[in-house]
Nanobody, 125 residues
Framework: QVQLVESGGGLVQAGGSLRLSCVAS????????MGWFRQAPGKEREFVAA????????YYADSVKGRFTISRDNAKNTVYLQMNSLKPEDTAVYYC??????????????????WGQGTQVTVSS
């Protein structure tokens, strides 16, 4: 069982930056693939980024590639999402998610068993 708590959301102007954090409970954090997803009002939840359990593999949605960076610190049970050059279309609730072990389809929300409560990111134009 893993509990996830996100933080770092807020209001930022277009072109600005934010760093989201997700802290996980438990002693097996290093064994989980971690992902970030987002959901805008009236839209389905979409994949943003994921990182393998050892951090060797990262994967990004095309819409954020080159602007967002996912990383993890297993000693702190924390995964991060550094978001630069933010756009109004990045506005959404951002969710952290965990999947046990190595997963083949890192972008599929169905592969993740544990989810945080979400943190709001609002980008003004």
């Amino acid at each position: 069982q893993v509990q996830l708590v996100e933080s770092g959301g807020g209001l930022v102007q277009a072109g600005g930056s934010l760093r989201l954090s997700c802290v996980a409970s438990g002693r097996t954090f290093s064994m989980y693939t971690m992902g970030w997803f987002r959901q805008a009002p009236g839209k389905e939840r979409e994949f943003v980024a994921a990182i393998s359990w050892r951090g060797a593999i990262t994967y990004y949605a095309d819409s954020v590639k080159g602007r967002f960076t996912i990383s993890r610190d297993n000693a702190k049970n924390t995964v991060y999402l550094q978001m630069n050059s933010l756009k109004p279309e990045d506005t959404a609730v951002y969710y952290c998610a965990a999947a046990w072990g190595s997963i083949a389809t890192m972008s599929s929300p169905l592969k993740y068993a544990y989810w945080g409560q979400g943190t709001q990111v609002t980008v003004s134009s």
